[in-house]
């Protein structure tokens, strides 16, 4: 090849394409002629190793009963170590209720119809946990296992409040009740109140702070505020305010202030996160790392029987014998289990009390929340059955998405439980009208609802503890050389966090005493 008679040489046409395509042009050109790797060609190495690793080698068999998060980060954590793990799993995947659903995925349950989830390419359910805290060890694991996260919108001034039959937005609500609050302090505070509590320069400073907070007028009411809102946003103009709020007694009657206080509490505080995918992702790296040959599904438990020299364990298709066992089931469905670990033990994983949850996942053939209401992310709370309304934090202007219609528990979970999943899609659809209007029936590809409480082998969304008392002290402890674990014997009950901590706790005092019997 020649340009005006020279050779063109390698060099030249790289430096050629980088010219017009850029650093990303260039390298892939190398890639192409062999100077550059076309792909990574070692497997990924974490950025910065977690700060929990076990100290020394040991070389012991050990089960693990349940393929949940706590089972796996147990078994991960062992295999580092150097132990022969093999996990049971009664479900038919490993990840417990880490369950994230997809287009193709076919869902059971107990006393029910199975659903078929046929939504479209890129579109996905996290029907469990769906958001993690930053300080949370569960953001250790994503970084330590190379699972790409994002930030997860849990506090959007946008979404809606929705109380006592009026909706507002979060901006607004707020707005009113903190606004009202900081007049009736700030008066108190102005007519000498609290001369006997604070002193006058005190007195100032609380008064500037709450004119502020409130944005108070010159007289220290509280008379509406640009916070609240736009009917129209400033550009060109000063924009169209929403109009006035009411009075104080009707703010107050609205009953916003669970609402607009969800996110006050340290595990729900901004920011969070998700992972990049869905949060199925730290599942699937926790498998790769243990180890899919490892775990064997379809396997239920029948029967536990601790012994002098191990244990062993029968599933259905077989039994196991392992030096020791890492128990990390539901606490209530353990207790039925045969075993020989004792009236005692069989008496505290009884006293925990599962909690029933539902979700459902509506997928739109528009994303008429971001079109149309402007909301990019975030959740809007309700007094309604369905308690929470989630809209997603990705793929934001894509064509189509997914919102959490409801994700209720307790009462409200065991009546929409109750329901077949046509009838649950029915009656989130006519509440969640109460919000958005007409616009939240049309448009509608499909949807897949979850009562937790009545999935095999799980049945409950988490454990209640009645009184964290001696029976959460005694499963913190071994039966023999059965250990327990998971989120339910920790203060983090329902958060993944949960059971990666008690996984952690119980595979050191497992390999503690294995470092001391050599």
Not at 125 to 142: K, Q, S
Not at 205 to 226: A, C, M, N, Q, V
Not at 277 to 294: C, E, F
Request: neutral net charge; contains cysteine.
């Amino acid at each position: 090849m020649t340009v005006e008679g020279a050779a063109l040489t390698r060099r030249g046409l790289l430096v050629g394409i980088g010219a017009v395509g850029g650093a990303g042009a260039m390298y892939a050109a190398m890639g192409a002629l062999g100077l550059a790797p076309s792909e990574q060609n070692k497997e990924f190495a974490a950025p910065r190793p977690g700060d929990f690793s076990l100290r020394g080698k040991g070389a012991a068999k050990v089960v693990i009963l349940g393929a949940g998060v706590a089972g796996l980060t147990a078994a991960y954590e062992l295999g580092k170590a150097g132990y022969d793990c093999t996990l049971l799993e009664a479900r038919d995947k490993a990840g417990g209720r880490n369950l994230t659903l997809r287009g193709g995925d076919r869902l059971t349950e107990l006393n029910g119809p199975a659903q078929d989830v046929k939504f479209g390419e890129g579109v996905y359910f996290n029907a469990g946990p769906g958001r993690i805290a930053p300080w949370m060890v569960t953001l250790d694991y994503c970084r330590e296992l190379g699972v790409p996260i994002e930030t997860f919108v849990n506090n959007n001034a946008s979404a809606y409040v929705h109380t006592n039959g009026r909706t507002v937005r979060a901006r607004t609500a707020r707005a009113d009740m903190y606004g009202y609050v900081a007049e009736l302090l700030a008066k108190a505070t102005n007519i000498g109140a609290l001369d006997k509590v604070i002193t006058a320069d005190d007195q100032q400073r609380l008064l500037e702070f709450l004119r502020r907070f409130g944005d108070l007028g010159p007289k220290l009411d509280y008379e509406g505020s640009t916070r609240r809102g736009f009917t129209k946003y400033p550009a060109l103009d000063t924009g169209t305010p929403i109009p006035p709020p009411g009075s104080l007694h009707d703010v107050l009657a609205a009953a916003t202030g669970r609402a607009i206080t969800n996110d006050f509490g340290y595990d729900m505080a901004t920011p969070m996160f998700q992972p990049v995918g869905g949060m199925d992702a730290i599942v699937r790296k926790l498998t790769v790392a243990v180890g899919a040959d490892r775990i064997r599904t379809g396997a239920k438990v029948t029967k536990i029987t601790t012994l002098d020299d191990g244990v062993e364990v029968t599933y259905s298709g077989g039994s196991v014998k392992a030096d020791y066992c890492v128990a990390t089931l539901p606490p209530h469905l353990l207790a039925r289990i045969p075993h020989n670990l004792g009236a005692q033990v069989t008496s505290a994983l009884s006293t925990p009390i599962p909690v029933s949850a539902g979700k459902i996942g509506l997928e739109y053939g528009r994303r008429w929340w971001e079109l149309e209401d402007r909301i990019y992310g975030g959740v809007t709370e309700t007094d309604l059955d369905i308690t929470h309304i989630w809209y997603p934090s990705h793929g934001y202007h894509s064509e189509r998405g997914l919102i959490v219609g409801y994700y209720n528990t307790e009462q409200n979970a065991d009546l929409y439980g109750s329901l077949t999943p046509e009838d649950r899609r029915r009656k989130a659809l006519t509440q969640g009208r109460k919000i958005h209007g007409d616009k939240y029936r049309q448009n509608l590809l499909g949807s897949v609802s979850i009562a937790w409480h009545r999935q095999e082998h799980i049945q409950g969304g988490w454990m209640y503890w009645p009184s964290f008392d001696s029976s959460f002290t005694l499963l913190q402890r071994p039966a023999g050389r059965v250990y327990f674990a998971g989120d339910w014997l920790t203060h983090l009950i329902a958060w993944q966090a949960g059971a990666m901590e008690s996984a952690r706790s119980a595979v050191t005092l497992l390999h503690q005493r294995v470092l001391q019997s050599t």
